[in-house]
């Protein structure tokens, strides 16, 4: 299991963060979609939060920038900071690394044997 994995719950557990800022089933899923993201293209922290919007997460920034640090921690995206002159502080810009390709192939892999499962369950729960 590569780093990253299972940093939804702890984090839910650890902060306690309010029903209003996530929901369970996003935060497992968290780490993946980031990585997705930098695949496509390096990006700031804010530009990451427009895009998880898109994918239907409603997360508090903290959340998502505690994420980012923890993959950084792990080696699975590295940081630099924008030089270009900003309306506020320079900002960081996150991209993707070696180990955070293997970790997105990770994820990709567990997640197709996961939708798997929920089929199977969705279809005897439905019958």
């Known amino acids: 299991m590569p780093p990253g994995w299972g940093h939804g719950r702890h984090y839910c557990r650890k902060q306690g963060w309010q029903p209003a800022y996530y929901s369970m ?16 293209a390096p990006a700031h922290g804010y530009t990451l939060l427009d895009q998880l919007r898109d994918f239907g997460f409603a997360l508090n920034p903290v959340v ?20 270009m002159e900003t309306q506020g502080p ?14 997105l192939e990770f994820w990709a892999e567990d997640l197709d044997k996961t939708q798997q499962v929920i089929v199977r369950f969705l279809k005897r729960f439905r019958a």
């Open 64 to 83: 998502v920038y505690r994420a980012l640090r923890e993959m950084e921690n792990d080696g699975l995206v590295a940081s630099t900071i924008d030089e």
């Open 25 to 40: 089933h996003q935060m497992p899923l968290l780490v993946p979609h980031l990585l997705l993201l930098l695949r496509d």
């Open 90 to 103: 320079p900002r960081r810009v996150y991209r993707l690394t070696a180990d955070g390709k293997r970790a």
